[in-house]
Antibody
Framework: EVQLLESGGGLVQPGGSLRLSCAAS????????MTWVRQAPGKGLEWVSG????????SYADSVRGRFTISRDNSKNTLYLQISSLRPEDTAKYFC???????????????????WGPGTQVTVSS | DIQMTQSPSTLSASVGDRVTITCRAS??????LAWYQQKPGNAPQLLIY???ILESGVPSRFSGSGAGTEFTLTISSLQPDDFATYYC?????????FGQGTKLEIK
């Protein structure tokens, strides 16, 4: 059974940093591209970043490019999101998600999001 | 970035109704579109991918169609468990985007 569990969220001041982690189990981690999605309180889903299975290809939403860095450690079956220069508008629940394996236009880019973790809350406030 | 526009934002319907949610892309995304269902306090769940392929375990009353820039999610006969928020998601480009969501409410 696929399991994803995010951690590392918390309360941080504007301008601060956090590293979010997503521990994966139940599948061959290296094979699958992974994605971070966030959801501000009471709002919709926002795609944040994606990474290929090897970790060599990454992509970002315009709203976070230059401030957030996605990475993965395939030896530890763990996905990361380093979030820096945080702003109040970054306050959200952050979800990690696994590529569903149903096909995609680019081999090194995630496709549909087949499995999700429960999320970790990040609150940016002074 | 590709913009995804869902309509309606809110939909009131009754058990047994047939409902359709529309998602429009600002440019062609071929058939690289997925639909998710989210209930309050929970992570989203994949319903449909590649426009019309039903995810394993999803009831057959859910269906998807479309191509290019216009896509629809249809629920053929609403059940009590279907009242939730639905999102479309394009993955045609390296930067993905979601629609803003459609909240399906009980009339």
């Amino acid at each position: 059974e696929v399991q994803l569990l995010e951690s590392g969220g918390g309360l941080v001041q504007p301008g601060g940093s956090l590293r979010l982690s997503c521990a994966a189990s139940g599948f061959h981690f290296t094979t699958y591209a992974m994605t971070w999605v966030r959801q501000a309180p009471g709002k919709g889903l926002e795609w944040v970043s994606g990474i290929s299975g090897s970790g060599t290809s990454t992509s970002y939403a315009d709203s976070v490019r230059g401030r957030f860095t996605i990475s993965r450690d395939n030896s530890k079956n763990t996905l990361y999101l380093q979030i820096s220069s945080l702003r109040p508008e970054d306050t959200a629940k952050y979800f990690c998600a696994k590529d569903g394996g149903g096909g995609r236009p680019y081999a090194d880019n995630p496709g549909e999001l087949g499995s999700w973790g429960p999320g970790t809350q990040v609150t940016v406030s002074s | 970035d590709i913009q995804m526009t869902q309509s309606p934002s809110t939909l009131s319907a009754s058990v047994g109704d047939r409902v359709t949610i529309t998602c429009r892309a600002s440019q062609s995304i071929s058939n690289w579109l997925a639909w998710y269902q989210q209930k309050p306090g929970n992570a989203p769940q994949l319903l449909i991918y590649k426009t019309s392929i039903l995810e394993s375990g999803v009831p057959s009353r859910f269906s998807g169609s479309g191509a290019g820039t216009e896509f629809t999610l249809t629920i053929s006969s609403l059940q009590p468990d279907d009242f939730a928020t639905y999102y479309c998601h394009q993955y045609n480009t390296y930067s993905h985007t979601f629609g803003q969501g459609t909240k399906l409410e009980i009339k």
